[in-house]
């Protein structure tokens, strides 16, 4: 069975620059994967940051920004503020129409 | 703006059948997918799967022996069955309007806690 991989904790000082990866166990993520990304605060509901590789959902700063970096996808967060201390998730969607989901990346910003 | 709230039981027994509603406001369900989502303490998320307004389903194949989504137009409702429950699927379970390649899960419900115990 593929499994989504991402790094289990980052983490970055404020200010600084961070991109988190999601992989595949088997094979190499592309566009045609339509990779997406959501923040995931405790307490809070998850929302989604980063659709089909690159397009920011409405609201999110331009600070997020996707891409695809070699054979993963990529989140780089840019100019780090304290309230991105969240976990971040990557989906993948296959081509059976599944929703892959990675494990979850835990950001420090400190 | 659309909200969901996802409501049902918070303790199932082990074997039985966990069942769950969200109920979407401020929006119709109609034209959309919709997911669920679930999450075990302190572990990741994992999707169960998605209906579309007309029924249409598609479901994690490592859950798909066990689950059945359903969608109720005239109540703006989804739900969601999962049979022989164990402790292992213990967890927050979400739902969340499903925009696919076009847009990813947005938004999501608040979540609720099901915990399988006897």
């Known amino acids: 069975q593929t499994v989504v991989t991402q790094e289990p904790s980052f983490s970055v000082s404020p200010g600084g620059t961070v991109t988190l990866t999601c992989g595949l166990s088997s094979g190499s993520v592309s566009t045609s994967y339509y990779p997406s990304w959501f923040q995931q605060t405790p307490g809070q509901a998850p929302r989604t940051l980063i659709y089909s590789t690159n397009i920011r959902s409405s609201g999110v700063p331009d600070r997020f920004s996707g891409s695809i970096l070699g054979n993963k996808a990529a989140l780089t967060i840019s100019g780090a503020q304290a309230d991105d201390e969240s976990d971040y998730y990557c989906v993948l969607y296959t081509s059976s129409y599944s929703r892959l989901l990675g494990g979850g990346t835990k950001l420090t910003v400190l | 703006q659309v909200q969901l709230q996802e409501s049902g039981p918070g303790l199932v027994k082990p074997s039985e059948t966990l069942s769950l509603t969200c109920t979407v406001s401020?929006?119709?369900?109609?034209?959309?997918?919709w997911s669920w989502i679930r999450q075990p303490p302190g572990m990741g998320l994992e999707w169960i799967g998605y209906i579309h307004y007309s029924g249409n389903t598609n479901y994690n194949s490592s859950l798909k022996s066990r689950v059945t989504i359903s969608v109720d137009t005239s109540k703006n409702q989804l739900s969601l069955r999962l049979s022989s429950v164990t402790a292992a699927d213990t967890a927050v379970y979400y739902c969340a309007r499903d925009l696919g390649s076009g847009g990813g899960f947005d938004p999501w419900g608040q979540g609720t806690l099901v915990t399988v115990s006897s």
């Open positions: 401020g929006g119709s369900i109609s034209g959309y997918y």
